[in-house]
């Protein structure tokens, strides 16, 4: 069965430190690859999908980035953390394919000081 | 344009009571819609998946509704449970996209005992 890793679970960090949050899926191939943030009682906002090694969408402008260096792991960074950064951070990996939904990875709660 | 609405925003019910949460959306091409439970500071966890053809789907106490000529779900719940309360969120897939995923802000669900 597949199943999605994500790590840390919670994160303090200081201002312009930087920033590296995983995400591997396993037990599939090729899957799309999402991050998404959630501010606190807001809904989900994509920041970054991959539909392949290498291959990384930016939904919008910010101080982050996101690599893709193997098939099943998806990788959220950022140079020098802003205040504003910080945030629920959410890796899902999806299907490809019309009709497949998200499975989410369980969440890093990410604090910046 | 792609939007997915969800009511009501929040909702307190007392334990043991039913309810519905509601989800209307305006995306083409369909896809499906899920229907996921957020519990605070963990990642969403699907409830159910529905295709264009499918009118109701159960999962133990859930039951999610769709009609696809007016575009709405439901997601009623069923002699409700503390551990009910969660946030309760409705997306929409949008087909053969990878990035085209529109989620709903979601229903902020509390069981009172």
């Known amino acids: 069965s597949q199943t999605i890793h994500q790590w840390p679970a919670t994160l303090v960090q200081p201002v312009g430190s930087p920033l590296s949050l995983e995400c591997t899926v396993e037990?599939?191939?090729?899957?799309?690859l999402y991050w998404y943030r959630q501010a606190a009682g807001r809904g989900l906002q994509l920041l970054f999908y991959s539909v392949g090694i290498g291959q990384i969408s930016s939904e919008v402008p910010q101080n982050l980035s996101a690599s893709r260096p193997q098939d099943r792991q998806f990788i959220l960074s950022s140079k020098k953390l802003l205040l504003s950064d910080s945030g629920f951070y959410l890796c899902?990996?999806?299907?490809?394919?019309?009709?497949?939904?998200?499975?989410f990875g369980s969440g890093t709660r990410l604090t910046v000081v | 344009k792609n939007q997915v609405e969800q009511s009501p925003q929040s909702l307190i019910i007392l334990e043991g009571k039913n309810c519905t949460l509601q989800c209307n959306y305006t995306v083409s091409p369909f896809s499906n819609l899920r229907w996921y439970k957020q519990d605070t500071g963990r990642g969403p966890v699907s409830l159910t998946i529905m295709t264009f053809s499918e009118n109701t789907k159960s999962n133990g106490r859930y039951t999610a509704t769709l009609d696809a000529d007016t575009k709405q779900s439901s997601l009623h719940i069923t002699a409700s449970q503390l551990s009910d309360s969660a946030s309760y969120i409705c997306v929409v897939t949008v087909y053969s996209s990878a990035s085209k995923i529109i989620f709903g802000s979601g229903t902020r669900l509390s069981i009172r005992p």
């Open positions: 037990g599939t191939s090729n899957p799309n």
């Open positions: 899902a990996w999806r299907g490809q394919g019309g009709n497949y939904g998200y499975t």
